[in-house]
């Protein structure tokens, strides 16, 4: 157990001292923690490695990982991170607004790509990064679903 | 004997199952509709039949006029009640559901058609002596000269439009031109009428609604008012009755000026009318709604009357009682409304399945909520969840049982506001009653880093579950609930 290794964000965090982790609902991931006087409810979700606490209402992803799995994960890193074209998914399923970029465009880092309206409201899909626009996969008027390619940048 | 045998619900989600619930106490049977994506849901199975009235998208089912009519007759439904949005506030339904020899659970049509109007409700209100948000009264033209005398910054707003959809912002006159091209794109496309009009934008200021129910006898009872400041987008997050803000004698100004826009149109059933309110406590008629409320659950906590009884009742020709025309208000109600929606990404929706589910119970806590533990998500449809509310001797009181409500709250699966409200009720403005309708761009923001004791704690919470986990010499989890190793904990210990 002390061989895990929990990190937020990419970043190493110090698990909290003096707090204690009850479990109440196994089965939908409900557990309590517990520091004397002090307790708050924490639900928590995933698998393996990839865990999502949602503490006050916020999910928090995090990464739980022994040493072995660490040595293994930063090699996986060190070749993906050359990672050429980066293609931009849809998040959430909707139907494409406008479409605000096309083949051949440079783009810059937080620039509109396209509109997707999802449950009533329109939401910008923006550029995770500046780049060309090698591709847009998808035209206004179309219904897409979650992990949908939209675009894809160089 | 029960107003009505049976009634259909022309809605869906909670206010669905609000109207169902009504429906049960009075001995009326519940008739709910649903689109192909709410086959399962959660209203569907309370009522006592379900009608398919068509595919997911709204403008194919739930606003269907024909398909919904159709359905009431075809289950022998003598009423319909349309609860929010949708049809409620459509005269074209009104008047069909009158042809088709049912009962519309509503005003007459004529009033759905001025009050709809949002230009002809303000004309409406002037000429009834009640201030109105300055700005024009008719449509704008194609070069507004009148919006200099308004002033600047302005909103845009669609004439059709409504629930905070299609209004627009202008800060200078440079961006006029865009805006009004924009603000009529948005109007005609959302609500088929490109109309819009100017009001000033006033800030600080707060949002309160008062709350009328009517007979068909002429008798109205104003049943207080309702403090909707906490808004996003437009959009009211949080509710509270009686507000905060106001003394005996703006209150009686607000439910004065209330009674007098009722007073000039046809009206009948439970309707809002809306205001906002300064600094210097002017109060100015923003809108009229002729429909039951999201937070109308706010008012039936503090005066005991349930508001969609009487809509029923009233419907069905009864008048209203002294009971209700002098029903007082009695301590203090919030309502924080959860939706599928990230206060860390500017409440943007989210998609997904809810996994988790634990709502709040206990002495002075409601949950009006449409959705439960497996509940896909429809993108289709509005993100709102449940609407949490609590009922306590005083607003002290009522902050106090909403933070033990909220952190008896689970959702699991999707972010939900419930980050945002948590936050909210330990903050000073919210807890003193001193905010307005900027709360939240100017004190939640946007920026929202992880506490680094939250951080902390999820990290003990991770690295026990995984521990817990993986220290069992039993077969890994297996795939009836996928991504959730704590089946195989459950299963583990059920067998102790």
């Known amino acids: 157990m002390s061989d895990l290794e929990a990190r937020i964000d990419g970043e190493s965090v110090t698990p909290a001292k003096g707090w204690r982790f009850e479990i109440?609902?196994?089965?939908?991931?409900?557990?309590?923690?517990?520091?004397?006087?002090?307790?708050?409810?924490?639900?928590?979700?995933?698998?393996?490695?990839?865990?999502?606490?949602?503490?006050?209402?916020?999910?928090?992803?995090?990464?739980?990982?022994?040493?072995?799995?660490?040595?293994?994960?930063?090699?996986?890193?060190?070749?993906?991170?050359?990672?050429?074209?980066?293609?931009?998914?849809?998040?959430?399923?909707?139907?494409?607004l406008t479409v605000a970029v096309s083949a051949g465009d440079p783009v810059d880092e937080g620039a509109t790509l396209l509109t997707i309206e999802a449950m009533k409201m329109q939401n910008d899909v923006r550029a995770p990064r500046s780049g060309r626009v090698i591709e847009v996969s998808v035209q206004a008027g179309e219904t897409v679903t979650t992990g949908t390619p939209l675009v894809r940048l160089e | 004997m029960p107003p009505f045998s049976r009634l259909l619900i022309a809605n869906r989600g909670e206010i669905a199952i609000r109207v169902i619930r009504t429906c049960r106490e009075l001995g009326i049977s519940p008739i709910s509709v649903h689109s192909d994506a709410d086959v399962d849901?959660?209203?569907?199975?309370?009522?006592?039949?379900?009608?398919?009235?068509?595919?997911?998208?709204?403008?194919?089912?739930?606003?269907?006029?024909?398909a919904v009519i159709a359905a009431a007759v075809r289950r022998g439904a003598e009423a319909i009640h349309p609860g929010y949005g949708f049809l409620s506030e459509n005269p074209e339904f009104a008047r069909a559901v009158e042809a088709a020899?049912?009962?519309?659970?509503?005003?007459?049509?004529?009033?759905?058609?001025?009050?709809?109007?949002?230009?002809?409700?303000?004309?409406?209100?002037?000429?009834?002596?009640?201030?109105?948000?300055?700005?024009?009264?008719?449509?704008?033209?194609?070069?507004?000269?009148?919006?200099?005398?308004?002033?600047?910054?302005?909103?845009?707003?669609?004439?059709?439009?409504?629930?905070?959809?299609?209004?627009?912002?202008?800060?200078?006159?440079?961006?006029?031109?865009?805006?009004?091209?924009?603000?009529?794109?948005?109007?005609?496309?959302?609500?088929?009428?490109?109309?819009?009009?100017?009001?000033?934008?006033?800030?600080?200021?707060?949002?309160?609604?008062?709350?009328?129910?009517?007979?068909?006898?002429?008798?109205?009872?104003?049943?207080?008012?309702?403090?909707?400041?906490?808004?996003?987008?437009?959009?009211?997050?949080?509710?509270?009755?009686?507000?905060?803000?106001?003394?005996?004698?703006?209150?009686?100004?607000?439910?004065?000026?209330?009674?007098?826009?009722?007073?000039?149109?046809?009206?009948?059933s439970a309707a809002t009318v809306e205001f906002l309110l300064d600094t210097a406590n002017n109060h100015y008629f923003l809108e009229m709604n002729t429909r039951l409320q999201v937070e109308h659950g706010v008012t039936e906590l503090v005066t005991g009357v349930d508001l969609v009884a009487w809509q029923i009742r009233v419907a069905a020709g009864q008048p209203l009682p002294d009971a209700v025309m002098h029903a007082s208000s009695r301590g203090h109600a919030i309502e924080v409304r959860l939706y599928a929606e990230d206060p860390y990404n500017d409440f943007r929706p989210s998609a997904g399945r809810i996994t988790a589910w634990q709502m709040p119970a206990g002495p002075g806590v409601r949950v009006d909520a449409g959705v439960a533990a497996d509940t896909d998500l429809q993108p289709e449809y509005d993100p709102l969840l449940a609407k949490l509310m609590v009922h306590a001797d005083d607003r002290s009181a009522a902050v106090d049982r909403l933070r033990r409500a909220l952190d008896e709250t689970v959702i699991g699966g999707v972010q939900t506001d419930a980050g945002f409200l948590r936050w909210l009720v330990d903050d000073a403005s919210f807890m003193t009653g001193s905010y307005d309708t900027g709360l939240i761009d100017d004190r939640w923001g946007i920026d929202h880093p992880l506490p680094d004791e939250h951080g902390a704690l999820a990290a003990i919470a991770a690295i026990a579950v995984r521990t817990a986990t993986e220290s069992s010499p039993i077969r890994p989890p297996d795939s009836k609930r996928a991504g959730s190793a704590w089946a195989e904990v459950a299963r583990r210990r059920a067998l102790r």
């Not at chain 2, 959660?42 to 024909?66: N, Q």
């Not at chain 2, 004439?159 to 006159?173: I, K, L, N, Y």
């Open chain 2, 101 to 268: 020899g049912l009962v519309f659970i509503g005003p007459p049509p004529t009033t759905l058609e001025s009050l709809g109007n949002k230009l002809a409700a303000r004309r409406l209100a002037q000429a009834a002596g009640v201030p109105i948000v300055p700005g024009t009264t008719v449509a704008l033209a194609d070069d507004p000269r009148e919006l200099a005398v308004i002033g600047f910054p302005l909103m845009l707003k669609a004439s059709a439009g409504g629930g905070g959809r299609g209004m627009r912002r202008v800060d200078s006159p440079d961006e006029v031109a865009d805006a009004l091209v924009a603000a009529r794109r948005e109007a005609l496309s959302a609500f088929g009428d490109g109309t819009v009009y100017a009001e000033r934008l006033l800030a600080p200021v707060r949002h309160i609604e008062v709350q009328l129910l009517g007979d068909r006898h002429g008798r109205l009872a104003v049943l207080g008012e309702r403090d909707c400041s906490i808004q996003r987008r437009h959009q009211k997050l949080v509710e509270e009755s009686p507000s905060p803000a106001i003394d005996p004698g703006i209150r009686e100004a607000l439910f004065d000026s209330a009674r007098r826009v009722a007073g000039v149109v046809d009206f009948h």
């Open chain 2, 41 to 66: 849901a959660l209203h569907v199975h309370m009522a006592d039949a379900s009608e398919r009235i068509g595919p997911p998208a709204p403008r194919e089912s739930y606003l269907a006029i024909d």
């Open chain 1, 24 to 96: 109440i609902d196994p089965a939908r991931g409900i557990g309590r923690l517990i520091n004397g006087a002090a307790s708050m409810p924490v639900l928590v979700e995933g698998k393996a490695s990839d865990w999502v606490v949602t503490i006050r209402g916020r999910r928090i992803p995090v990464t739980v990982r022994s040493w072995r799995e660490q040595v293994l994960a930063g090699a996986e890193t060190a070749t993906t991170a050359r990672a050429g074209p980066a293609a931009v998914r849809a998040t959430l399923p909707g139907l494409i």
